[in-house]
């Protein structure tokens, strides 16, 4: 993974291209920007692995993603593709749990990460904005909740 160096309004270009801040100003998108950082991941590069401690949640600005998980087995089952537009990893700046699976670029991809310390302090800094951030994360988690449960359905 190669960090990209961006300026932060280069960064909030990246962000409202991909939409995912949708409900957000563009003077909101300039400051969040400032929290989060861009790499450049080769095909085949690991982006998390499972059972890894680093709590970040990484947005999928161009490219895609795969989330990989080892069944009983140690076989690696891919679970999605996430595509552009799209986010990783948001559990982690929530719950402190190790990974629950592993993200592996599909293709290359530019990624935009915001680490737990990054998202901490936006929360002491700019509580609104934070809030703000919440509550498209909570949506978020939300919508993945109804889509398992819906898949779920079909093994009970």
Request: with cysteine; charged share 30%.
């Amino acid at each position: 993974m190669l960090k990209l160096d961006k300026t932060s309004k280069e960064k909030a270009e990246l962000l409202e291209g991909t939409n995912w801040l949708g409900s957000f100003t563009w003077k909101e998108i300039e400051i969040f920007a400032r929290y989060v950082e861009v790499f450049r991941v080769p095909a085949g590069d690991l982006i998390f692995q499972e059972g890894g401690k680093d709590a970040s949640l990484c947005l999928i600005v161009e490219g895609s993603v795969q989330i990989v998980k080892e069944d009983t087995e140690t076989r690696k089952k891919i679970l999605s593709i996430i595509t552009r537009g799209k986010t990783v990893g948001e559990m982690a700046l929530f719950d402190g749990e190790p990974r629950s699976a592993s993200a592996i670029a599909a293709e290359s991809a530019t990624i935009m990460m915001l680490t737990k310390d990054s998202f901490d302090r936006l929360i002491r800094e700019l509580p609104g904005l934070a809030a703000k951030l919440l509550l498209v994360l909570g949506k978020l988690l939300s919508q993945r909740l109804r889509q398992t449960s819906g898949k779920l359905i079909d093994f009970i």
